[in-house]
């Protein structure tokens, strides 16, 4: 029984590999530039252009978007809060760089 389920595979593949094939890379071609709020915060190269992901909880948005809520937090004018996203994103942006150049030298 094997056998039959492998030759029926193979004649699968034989018509339409190629349609699986270029339906695959077609996607990876349209997405490229994308990234996925699921992969968390990271960023990706597309050619020149460095996209950059900041994921953040309902919580941490709420806080950082409304002032009432960091003055009732007590972190409105805490220097902490100030330079929070340019830290983060200066971060993201320095290991970027770096897998860029380190993936150039391959």
């Known amino acids: 029984m094997q056998e039959g389920v492998e030759e029926q595979w193979e004649l699968f593949l034989d018509e339409h590999a190629d349609d699986i094939n270029t339906s695959i890379l077609e996607s990876f071609e349209q997405q490229a530039g994308l990234l996925d709020v699921l992969d968390g915060t990271h960023a990706a190269w597309s050619e020149e252009h460095l996209g950059i992901l900041i994921v953040l909880t309902e ?48």
Do not use: P
């Not at 806080?63 to 007590?74: D, F």
């Not at 100030?82 to 994103?89: E, F, M, S, W």
């Open 59 to 106: 919580d941490e948005a709420e806080i950082l978007a409304s002032e009432s809520t960091r003055i009732e937090e007590g972190i409105a004018n805490h220097s902490a809060f100030k330079d929070y996203l340019a830290r983060l994103v200066e971060e993201i942006v320095q290991r970027a760089v770096a897998n860029r150049y380190c993936s150039d030298e391959d």
